[in-house]
């Protein structure tokens, strides 16, 4: 397992994000940010958790998930919750 990057929730949205309708997030590439930052929009109906749409995230690498779900045909990820705090696992594809 190796970090991967930190997901922010951001007050707007930014330039460069994509649109995930499964999730009505816009989000930005960690891979565009130096120090692997994502930042997260969510829009007023998104089904996702309120932990996840309000809390940052660090994310790992890993080779295996359970209960993932596809962002982009580029990664699968799943969220779990350690003290409190979501952690996210990304398996490339």
């Given amino acids: 397992m190796e970090f991967d990057h930190i997901g922010v929730p951001a007050a707007a949205k930014r330039d460069g994000m994509r649109f995930l309708e499964s999730k009505r997030l816009w989000l930005s590439s960690p891979a565009n940010h130096a120090y692997r930052v994502e930042w997260l929009w969510y829009e007023d ?4 958790a ?6 940052p995230h660090v994310a790992y690498r890993v080779e295996s998930l359970e209960e993932p779900f596809d962002v982009f045909g580029e990664v699968r990820v799943s969220f779990i919750e350690v003290d409190g705090a979501p952690v996210e696992f990304v398996q490339p594809l």
């Fill in 45 to 48: 109906d998104s089904p996702e």
């Fill in 50 to 55: 309120e932990l996840i749409r309000t809390v």
